[in-house]
């Protein structure tokens, strides 16, 4: 199994540009979440989605939109980039919520500079 | 608001010697902890949980001890190696805050030689 796979690994976008930001995973979880990690700090939940087809807000949604077409996959997108965004993003998944019996898997991340 | 803060942001050992990783929360709702180790460029993996309803859960070389009363929590890491060096996030889940992981701030354990 590959887990929860990211991509891109790095990326420097230009303020005002649009990316998304790729995750997926073959676990066939039904949670999925993405967090962003500034430096120093602790990870916090962008948005979060139980299953396809259903996505709903974290603590820091806003500049952020995601998609949830199908279990495997949870896209995140950057419609106009500011600086405020750079930051190290991470896609977890998990067959339970976070506080069930299991550990949310987290993938190895993305680092994102605007400038 | 609600958060989980850690007393210390670093902590240096010797190799062999016991680690303790503090974590104070202060959402008295809260019913279930994590510990997530994370290592230098990758993301965070899961150490070891407690529920509420306990006060101490065992691994294999960590143990995770949980005090309601004063809303703490700590993990202690036997026969640190060196690597054992990494940031330590405890995480918590509060009641009614269903999917939603808090992570605190993170301590930079490094174990010298």
């Known amino acids: 199994n590959a887990g929860v796979t990211q991509t891109p690994k790095f990326r420097i976008l230009k303020i005002g540009q649009s990316m998304t930001l790729q995750c997926t995973q073959d676990m066939n979880h039904n949670y999925m979440y993405w967090y962003r990690q500034d430096p120093g700090m602790g990870l916090k939940l962008i948005y979060y989605?139980?299953?396809?087809?259903?996505?709903d807000k974290g603590e820091v949604p806003n500049g952020y939109n995601v998609s949830r077409s199908t279990t495997e996959d949870f896209p995140l997108r950057l419609e106009l980039a500011a600086p405020s965004q750079t930051s190290v993003y991470f896609c977890?998944?998990?067959?339970?919520?976070?506080?069930?019996?299991?550990?949310?898997?987290f993938g190895q991340g993305t680092r994102l500079t605007v400038v | 608001g609600e958060s989980v803060g850690l007393h210390l942001p670093t902590l240096s050992v010797q190799e062999g010697d016991n680690s303790i990783i503090n974590c104070a929360y202060s959402n008295s709702a809260s019913d279930y902890f994590i510990w997530y180790k994370q290592e230098s460029g990758k993301g965070p993996q899961f150490i070891i949980d407690?529920?509420?309803?306990?006060d101490k859960r065992q691994g294999q070389r960590v143990t995770v001890l949980l005090n309601k009363t004063v809303k703490h929590l700590s993990l202690q890491i036997a026969a640190t190696q060196p690597g054992d060096s990494a940031v330590y996030f405890c995480?918590?889940?509060?009641?009614?805050?269903?999917?939603?992981?808090?992570f605190g701030k993170g301590t930079l354990l490094t174990v010298n030689p």
């Open positions: 407690i529920r509420s309803n306990m």
């Open positions: 989605s139980v299953g396809a087809g259903i996505t």
């Open positions: 995480a918590e889940i509060g009641e009614g805050s269903n999917y939603k992981l808090t």
């Open positions: 977890a998944s998990s067959y339970t919520p976070s506080g069930g019996d299991t550990e949310a898997f």
